[in-house]
């Protein structure tokens, strides 16, 4: 599948289900929902169509969805005789409104949860992490091809010996020159993760390779690239099992909240990055969450899953803070009306939002530009027209 249409699927889920907690709490509490939209609405929508009272739309900016309801922003006059009467958000209380807004992130919250959850009853929990010399390539004729030893094998052990680091095995592949040595090597299927590369059926082969005294230039003694790649250890069980459950669901809860502070940290960053008047640095927009997509999904559909549970999460965290347009901004002016004790105007909030929107828009642009700098576009482009 090519990553365009990759990653239009892993947005369009994370957009749709946030829109859908919206909808769906609004439908709960009898709020007329006007129109469900996945895209920004800056241009006419590429499809639209009807089903009962609300409208479906899907607009070309894909970065991005909405539920607009009935007296959102707006002090909707309704009479008493329209079928419409009680049924706007600005007339709702206080607690009503709240519940609408927040429900589109804790819908994030419940697919990353899910997400995590599908992941870790497919390869198991992780319990803890072992760092292994993972071969990267193999050197033609190199005493390691003719040991059969292939990419991706992990050297455990050498004379019985344990392996933990690249320096070890390298300093004993020197001890070893000229002489015949046996290896113990693990291989088979692995699922690369955020947190580490969990293994499937792992083989164990024993072979013996003669490191060389004087390899060629470029090359070990052994002819392999080698790196300290992070393997977890994971325990698996049947999903049946309320305690394998159990575990699984920790687990999830567990990951969620580690990649909330790690949300939370990059966010804390990008804070003093912009205090100190530096520009953010390991902040991606839409092309480099493109880029990552494709990388990812090279992997398998397991990686990808556990991306779109860490890109869920990000949104969620995102989503809630204070910012006007967002839901957090908007929660915002709820907790004002219960500070001030009153409401604060439509025309107001709509402004305010509205600036948000612009703000974050123009934050998007900056931040894809950044990401385009960094695949060096701009530079292969300059030399493009110097020729």
């Given amino acids: 599948m090519p990553t365009w249409l990759v990653f239009l699927l892993v ?43 609300t409208q479906y739309s899907i607009y070309p900016l894909f970065f991005g969805g909405f539920v607009r309801l009935l007296g959102e922003e707006t002090n909707v006059e309704i009479g008493s005789e329209d079928k419409d009467y009680g049924r706007d958000f600005w007339s709702r209380g ?35 992490s072992k760092s292994k010399v993972t071969v990267v390539d193999v050197a033609a004729g190199s005493p390691a091809e003719a040991a059969g ?8 052990g050498v004379e019985d010996k344990e392996i933990v680091s690249t320096d070890q095995f390298g300093r004993l592949m020197k001890s070893w020159s000229e002489l015949e040595v046996n290896l113990t090597v693990e291989r088979g299927p692995v699922t690369v993760l955020f947190e580490g590369i969990a293994e499937g059926q792992v083989e164990t082969v024993k072979t013996v390779a003669k490191p060389r005294e004087k390899p060629p230039e470029g090359q070990g003694s052994l002819g392999v690239t080698i790196i300290d790649y992070p393997y977890l250890e994971m325990t698996r069980c049947r999903v049946a099992s309320i305690n394998c459950l159990g575990a699984i669901v920790e687990q999830g809860v567990r990951s969620a909240g580690v990649w909330i502070g790690r ?125």
Wanted: hydrophobic share 55%.
């Fill in 11 to 53: 947005l369009s889920i994370l957009v749709l289900v946030h829109e859908l907690g919206h909808f769906l709490a609004a439908k709960i509490f009898g709020i007329k929902v006007e129109e469900f939209a996945f895209g920004l609405p800056f241009t006419r929508p590429i499809l639209r169509f009807k089903r009962g009272e």
């Fill in 94 to 128: 206080k607690k009503q409104r709240l519940m609408v807004v927040l429900a589109g992130v804790v819908m994030n919250m419940v697919l990353a949860l899910v997400s995590f959850g599908i992941l870790y009853s497919m390869v198991g929990v992780p319990t803890q």
């Fill in 149 to 156: 030893i292939k990419p991706n094998d992990r050297v455990v």
């Fill in 263 to 387: 949300v939370v940290d990059g966010l804390r960053s990008i804070g003093k990055s912009l205090v100190a008047g530096k520009a953010p640095e390991g902040v991606s927009g839409p092309v480099g969450i493109y880029q990552l997509t494709g990388i990812v999904a090279a992997e398998g559909w397991l990686p990808l899953l556990e991306l779109v549970a860490v890109l869920s999460v990000n949104l969620a965290v995102f989503n809630i803070l204070p910012i006007p347009a967002l839901d957090g901004g908007r929660m915002l002016f709820i907790w004002l009306e219960y500070i001030l004790k009153r409401r604060i105007k439509a025309e107001t909030e709509q402004k305010v939002n509205s600036i948000g929107m612009t703000f974050l828009l123009t934050l998007m642009v900056l931040i894809s530009l950044q990401d385009v700098w960094r695949l060096g576009v701009f530079e292969w482009a300059r030399k493009l027209i110097g020729k």
